[in-house]
């Protein structure tokens, strides 16, 4: 263990006396340590820093000074404990004990049934460094009463019949049947979007190719989110230059866009702000039950510019009034303002058509991000990608193709057939066809199991 690498902040060290007491000092501040031993003051300083060492996920440098010389070491998140061999060690000398005169032999009907054997003293390393350890073994846990015994609530949960194909046709007509396999996957999907997570959660749709199915994606997943999981749903329209997410989308009473919102920022944040105030700035979808912050696509871009902190901004209102906030995004990936969009994402959603340079845009897209940062990679390596059968002329071999070719770089590929309710307008969930329906479910199922 001792050949890995160790970064030398924070600074840390420990002194110990031979009467139990010491100190540990993290970065400047000194923690003092009050034991009955020396062996106790040594565990209590591994402890602290084994603590700093978890919070910070990595080992940690500590130089301890006391008795028996000064030792550097790596403690570990676990507690384990290793020399550091990369610092010289300087152990105090040992010094010989005097002999000591032999004890006259104590008869044997002298000794009390009940003594104890004599102790062991704990082992060292062979140098004799007496911090090295190995992690402490976990205490065994026993379960409570309440634990241990069954409760008189607990029931077998009951499947319900089917509703759907012959098996829901004969239940109609008193014959219970279970549900097909294909009904209990939906239900299972039903339950993943209809889930309420703690925090909010930002999920943001991507693609650097315009025409890819970024809106239709981000209206389509925000739809089945709240139609099964309830209020609380935000679209955003987070884009610089003429995004269409309020072309595609109900207006409500009024045309305001983000750039109302913007001056209204610290009023939202405050403590006398109500929910009900967004309704002045979102378009509420009276059928799908969400609402749409639109961007100003009549504007040109230099006239409705958005920098980052603006979008940290609309981020902090957004994440104070609603549960999950799905974002349409630009197709500019070096525009700040897109680049902090991926700062606040929880989950990644790449949407494409079969069309080949979309396809290629969002994989060089998850490549780039897997190259940014530790997060960018994270988010990249889990993202969902939605493939839309945009084009009624490409055939279900061409969907699966695009599919399989992301999953070796995505947590999960979803396909959405083509449907005419999809093109132009308005997207309604409610208007487009069973099976695209079904699809949609699937891939809002996707995005809640990265959630």
Request: aromatic share 4%; no cysteine; charged share 25%.
């Amino acid at each position: 263990m001792s050949s890995i690498e160790v970064p030398t902040f924070p600074k840390i060290e420990a002194r110990t006396h031979a009467n139990g007491s010491g100190e540990v000092t993290i970065n400047g501040t000194s923690y003092p340590i009050e034991t009955a031993t020396l062996e106790d003051a040594r565990a209590a300083i591994l402890a602290r820093v084994a603590e700093t060492a978890g919070k910070m996920q990595r080992p940690v440098r500590v130089t301890t000074t006391g008795p028996d010389g000064e030792w550097p070491l790596i403690v570990h998140p676990d507690g384990s404990v290793e020399a550091d061999n990369s610092l010289p060690a300087n152990p105090a000398p040992v010094e010989e004990p005097d002999p000591e005169p032999e004890p006259a032999p104590t008869p044997i009907d002298s000794v009390p049934a009940h003594a104890a054997p004599p102790a062991t003293p704990a082992p060292t390393a062979p140098d004799g460094n007496a911090w090295v350890r190995q992690a402490p073994a976990p205490a065994q846990e026993f379960p409570s009463r309440r634990e241990a015994r069954q409760s008189f609530l607990t029931q077998e949960q009951i499947e319900e019949p089917a509703t759907q194909g012959w098996r829901g046709t004969l239940t109609r007509f008193g014959i219970r049947m279970s549900p097909s396999e294909s009904e209990r996957a939906e239900r299972s999907d039903v339950l993943a979007v209809s889930q309420h997570w703690p925090g909010p959660r930002t999920i943001a749709v991507v693609n650097g190719k315009g025409g890819a199915g970024k809106t239709p994606t981000t209206v389509l997943l925000a739809a089945v989110f709240a139609r099964h999981g309830g209020a609380g749903v935000l679209t955003w329209d987070n884009n610089q230059t003429r995004g269409t997410l309020g072309w595609r989308t109900e207006q409500g009473p009024h045309e305001a866009t983000l750039l109302d919102l913007l001056p209204q920022v610290d009023r939202l944040l405050s403590t006398g702000a109500q929910s009900a105030d967004l309704a002045h700035f979102v378009h509420h979808q009276t059928r799908d039950r969400f609402d749409v912050l639109r961007s100003k696509p009549m504007a040109l871009a230099h006239e409705q510019r958005v920098e980052p902190s603006d979008v940290d901004a609309i981020h902090a209102v957004a994440a104070k009034y609603y549960r999950l906030i799905f974002i349409d995004s630009g197709n500019d990936e070096s525009d700040p303002m897109w680049l902090r969009m991926i700062d606040h994402t929880d989950q990644l959603v790449v949407a494409t058509t079969t069309r080949d340079d979309h396809a290629e845009a969002g994989a060089l897209l998850l490549e780039a991000l897997a190259e940014r940062d530790a997060g960018s990679a994270e988010l990249a390596r889990d993202a969902v990608v939605i493939v839309n059968q945009a084009d009624p002329k490409s055939t279900p071999a061409e969907l699966a193709r695009v599919a399989d070719g992301y999953r070796s770089i995505a947590r999960e590929a979803v396909t959405v057939p083509h449907d005419p309710a999809m093109v132009d307008g308005v997207l309604r969930f409610g208007s487009l066809r069973p099976d695209t329906q079904r699809a949609w479910l699937a891939a809002g199922a996707a995005v809640a199991r990265g959630l």
